[in-house]
Each structure stands twice: as structure tokens, then as C-alpha cells.
T-cell receptor, first 115, second 114 residues
């Protein structure tokens, strides 16, 4: 069975400093992995996705994530945080071989950005 | 392209009533999935529809049901509402191609059960 663990429920950074949101996954198959962002009272927006093409994945708004199979990790990074990055971030796994409609979400990491 | 739309955006119902939520996917997307989001349980998968057929189902009681129409629009229904059904219900559509598994989410319907 697939699962994801987001290692931090809350991360606080200062504007202009790097962001690191950590995610470990468990999957029996070759997984598809995603990061979604949810701003307050909004739906979920896809930041980036990994589907076995390149291990370093670039997304929108300067975010990127690296798939490391040996560490079963898919951490999200950004070199310099902006105030508008404050939101909740979800690491997500999908089983490509089976239930494509079934995304499994981590518990979320709330990112705060201080001025 | 227009995004995923959900109606209504907000809903207040009483225990024991039933409710129907609607979702219109992105044009050309044939897969529609539904999720429930609560502070305690996080985001949980309800079901997925593809070409008017339920393709996958999460671990929710039979009070939760859905359907999909020939134009890919989907509805979900919750009967005999309970207080614990208060949540944000999110709909997502997907291109459902071998090389594209991502889902695109609507803004959600906020359901409050009193």
C-alpha cells in the first residue's frame, strides 16, 4: 500500500531564506509523486509532479523537488521564500498501475513566512 | 481553459437531511474524483468516476454516493447527514492519460451540518 509522511507539520522561515519541506513515501510500485499547495479558503493547486522522467523536478513559483529512491524521499525546496508562499503544502502519491483516481495525501505542512 | 467548478460553494444543512454537490471538470477531462477534507482526518479519497462508471472507491459508508453524466459532469450525494460530515468537499479532474496522472482541483464546497 502507498503512503506518504510529511515530517514537519509546521515550518517557519524568514522572507528571502530557503524553504525545505520534507516528505517520505512508501510505495510497492514505481510511484507518481506530487506536491500540491493550498492557500487559505482555496482549492488545491498542483506545484509539481514526478512520473519517472527526471529525478529533479521543477515546478511553478520557483519550487523544485528531488526524487531519491534510495531514501524514499521527495522533499520540496525553494531557494528564497516569498510572503506569498505562506500556505499549506501536501505531498501526494498515486499508484499508476492501479487506482489512478486515488491520490493519497500526506497530513500537510503549514509554511509560515516572516517578514 | 476554464478550471474545475463546484457548486454550491457553501451549504448549511441539518442532521438527517441529504445533500447533492455538483462538479464540472476541465473540458476534455473524463476522470473525476471526490475528496473530503477535515481538520482531523485531512484529505481522504471518496470515489472516482471515469466514463460514467465508478472506477475506484474509498473507505466511506454507503451514505456517500456519486454519479457521472455523459458530459463528464459529476455529482455526489450524502444522505442522512451527520455532524461529522461537516467538511470541505473537493472535486478533481484528470486528463487520465498514461503520461499525465495529475489531478486538478476545484475550489471546493464547504458543507456545514448543524
Amino acid at each position: 500500500a502507498q503512503s506518504v509522511t510529511q515530517l514537519d507539520s509546521h515550518v517557519s522561515v524568514s522572507e528571502g531564506t530557503p524553504v525545505l519541506l520534507r516528505c517520505n513515501y512508501s510505495s510497492s510500485y514505481s510511484p507518481s509523486l506530487f506536491w500540491y499547495v493550498q492557500h487559505p479558503n482555496k482549492g488545491l493547486q498542483l506545484l509539481l509532479k514526478y512520473t519517472s522522467a527526471a529525478t529533479l523536478v521543477k515546478g511553478i513559483n520557483g519550487f523544485e523537488a528531488e526524487f531519491k529512491k534510495s531514501e524514499t524521499s521527495f522533499h520540496l525546496t525553494k531557494p528564497s521564500a516569498h510572503m506569498s508562499d505562506a500556505a499549506e503544502y501536501f505531498c501526494v502519491v498515486s499508484d499508476r498501475l492501479g487506482s489512478q483516481g486515488n491520490l493519497i495525501f500526506g497530513k500537510g505542512t503549514k509554511l509560515s513566512v516572516k517578514p | 481553459k476554464a478550471g474545475v467548478t463546484q457548486t454550491p460553494r457553501y451549504l448549511i444543512k441539518t442532521r438527517g437531511q441529504q445533500v447533492t454537490l455538483s462538479c464540472s471538470p476541465i473540458s476534455g477531462h473524463r476522470s473525476v474524483s471526490w475528496y473530503q477534507q477535515t481538520p482531523g482526518q485531512g484529505l481522504q479519497f471518496l470515489f472516482e468516476y471515469f466514463s460514467e462508471t465508478q472506477r475506484n472507491k474509498g473507505n466511506f459508508p454507503g451514505r456517500f454516493s456519486g454519479r457521472q453524466f455523459s458530459n463528464s459532469r459529476s455529482e455526489m450525494n450524502v444522505s442522512t447527514l451527520e455532524l461529522g460530515d461537516s467538511a470541505l468537499y473537493l472535486c478533481a479532474s484528470s486528463p487520465d492519460r498514461v503520461d499525465r496522472y495529475e489531478q486538478y482541483f476545484g475550489p471546493g464546497t464547504r458543507l456545514t451540518v448543524t
